[in-house]
């Protein structure tokens, strides 16, 4: 009898640290997208930039067209008879490691004219999802000259998307 509430207890203190550890890591991941989302990076390599400075790099930023949205219908056109290499981004809203990457992805896209990178929401998009076989989010595929030649599952780093493209 004793045996069976220890483990009761042992058990239930378990499934509390897992309740409270999902929390703080959500916690964590939306502070991360909000900091994304703002420019407030708080990195201890990071200087603060004057004004005119972090102005400039807004502008330079919507002088190019970052990250196309590309549904079952519009994805023939702009992946398949593009003239340059496509790097695709396979989401969902609901997924947090794709919101978490989403900035990545993004920044890759700002410093890269020479790709055209895309977003294709698995859940709005399941002819695409289909064809492509995504099983798993965020995955990245590239396109070149209408033929797969790079794929990645999960969250990777910059360096790794850039040599998926090369």
């Not at 069976?4 to 640290?17: P, S």
């Not at 702009?78 to 695709?88: K, M």
């Not at 595929?141 to 790794?160: F, L, M």
């Amino acid at each position: 009898m004793n045996k069976k509430i220890i483990w009761v207890i042992v058990l239930a203190l378990f499934v509390i640290a897992i309740v409270v550890a999902s929390i703080y890591i959500n916690k964590k991941g939306q502070e991360y997208i909000q900091d994304s989302q703002t420019g407030n990076m708080s990195n201890a390599d990071d200087s603060a930039g004057t004004t005119e400075e972090n102005t400039i790099n807004e502008n330079e930023e919507a002088d190019h067209i970052t990250v196309i949205e590309v549904t079952d219908q519009t994805f023939e056109q702009e992946v398949l008879n593009s003239d340059i290499p496509v790097l695709i981004d396979f989401y969902a809203d609901w997924c947090v490691p794709c919101r978490i990457f989403s900035p990545i992805v993004e920044e890759v896209a700002q410093e890269n004219s020479d790709i055209k990178v895309v977003k294709v929401n698995v859940d709005e998009s399941q002819a695409i999802t289909t064809k492509y076989q995504i099983m798993s989010m965020p995955t990245l595929v590239v396109i070149k000259d209408g033929n797969e030649v790079a794929r990645s599952i999960g969250i990777i780093s910059k360096s790794e998307i850039l040599n998926m493209i090369k």
